[in-house]
């Protein structure tokens, strides 16, 4: 149902535009939640399976859920419509607002990625400071310690191309505006603040059970990030192609 408040017929497609924008940022808010809970998950099912050390503490875990992500997920709210917003076909009302297209991209394309970055940014770390394969490390090891901050770090820093790449379901990156969303950019500023204090700062140290890490540690998770990028936006040139698989399980 519709109310009109003017005598302008025109005011119908605004309201449709702006109903169909909320929906795509709803959206885009929750496939980038859902993205970080599987490199949450997967250090403990290999901790319980494999025996390997765990990659990551719950403390952590509740950084990135309730410090890293909040910000970047609420900007994305604010997000303009995309340019062909209304050349879409009506969504269906038996249509989720959670669909397995949506479920398959955050769980197991980026979701992997992201998992695949912290995991190697954590055995990188271990395995440069000696440590071998079945080895006993103590939960105060400093190369633990580092080895764990390593893994959370890859993650944030996957989480903030996760961020470019969800403010767009089919528009290419660079036609978005790179300030076109300025909550955007404080989302990533508190975001990276927030990573810088829990590694750099002594104090905080003890609590978050973190270790100072080098430039080339911080970033060994980048290349993941970047082919999270590339990788969509291959997805999003494909879509615009009609290719059926692409529209089927990776248009969400």
Known sequence: DMVLMDDNFATIVNAVEEGRTIFDNIRKFITYILTSNIPEILPFIAFALLGSPLALTVVL????????????????????????????????????????????????????IQAAAGFF????????????????????DPLYLQGVTAFFAAVVICQVANLFICRARRQPLYQLGMFSNKLIWLGIAAELALLGMIIYLPQTHSFFGTQSLSFGELSLGLPFAVGMILLDGMRKFLLRRDVKFVKKWLSW
């Open 121 to 140: 940014a954590f055995f990188t770390i271990l395995m440069q400071g000696g440590w071998q394969w079945g080895q006993q490390l103590a939960a105060s």
């Open 61 to 112: 875990i509740l950084c990135i859920d309730l410090g890293t992500d909040m910000l970047p997920a609420i900007a994305l709210g604010s997000e303009k419509p995309e340019e062909d917003v209304m050349r879409q076909k009506p969504i269906s009302k038996k249509e989720p607002l959670l669909t397995r297209a949506m479920l398959f991209r955050a769980y197991v394309v980026m979701g992997l």
